[in-house]
């Protein structure tokens, strides 16, 4: 199975800053790397596909990079509605593995 | 509008069974694979495995082998997973989700229902 490695596990901050979480893979999965939110009681949100396409509806302060093993999500400009937990989830093969997620909490 | 629509809260003791619906509407049904996630409480997101309305083909995570079944009837639009020998580690929040994209099953989870949530005690 491939293994999902996201970091930091959590980390606080403020409304404005810029937000960068890291996604490893454990062997090279090509840019079949997703992101998603959620947020408490809800249920996961797609935000980013195939590495760095942003979903439909998702604000461009949302991206992604990578390739291989090495995947970023971005936040360029944190808003409130953007608290929550992020988790990225690999495609190229089954089992389709998530990260352990990412808690963006306020400072 | 796309939309997927989950069956109620459940509660089952140790070594029962459960089936969760997850009813699909605003798209072609058979035209999309359907997956099962499960997250436990205060914890992360968990893949299950997948399933193929048209044909029914399907694939399940190692873990869950043997007690594992997804089923569906397209003249409904309606995905099942029935989970067996149930334990309470299989306490949780189960989510279907709609597979998009082509390229083999490399694909983005873009529709997710509401959740269901499985209580497992006895």
């Known amino acids: 199975d491939i293994q999902m490695n996201q970091s930091p596990s959590s980390l606080s901050t403020s409304v404005g800053d810029k937000v960068i979480i890291n996604c490893r893979a454990s062997q090279s999965i090509g840019t079949f790397l997703n992101w998603y939110q959620q947020k408490p009681g809800t249920a996961p949100k797609l935000l980013i596909h195939a590495a760095s396409n942003l979903q439909d509806g998702v604000p461009s302060r949302f991206s992604g990079s990578g390739s291989g093993t090495d995947f970023i999500l971005t936040i360029s400009r944190l808003q409130p509605e953007d608290f929550a937990t992020y988790y990225c989830?690999?495609?190229?093969?089954?089992?389709?593995?998530f990260g352990q997620g990412t808690k963006v909490e306020i400072k | 509008q796309v939309q997927l629509v989950q069956s109620g809260a459940e509660v089952r003791k140790p070594g029962a069974s459960v089936k969760v619906s997850c009813k699909a509407s605003?798209?072609?049904?058979?035209?999309?694979?359907i997956n099962w996630v499960r997250q436990a409480p205060g914890q992360g997101l968990e893949w299950m495995g997948w399933m193929n309305p048209n044909g029914g083909n399907t694939g399940y995570t190692q873990k869950f082998q043997g007690r594992l079944l997804m089923t569906r009837n397209t003249s409904i639009s309606t995905a099942y997973m029935e989970l067996s020998s149930l334990k309470s580690g299989d306490t949780a929040v189960y989510y279907c989700?709609?597979?998009?994209?082509?390229?083999?099953?490399?694909?983005?989870?873009?529709?997710w229902g509401q959740g269901t949530l499985l209580i497992v005690s006895s």
């Open positions: 989700a709609r597979g998009r994209g082509g390229n083999g099953g490399k694909y983005e989870l873009d529709y």
């Open positions: 605003g798209f072609n049904f058979i035209g999309y694979d």
């Open positions: 989830q690999q495609s190229y093969s089954a089992p389709k593995t």
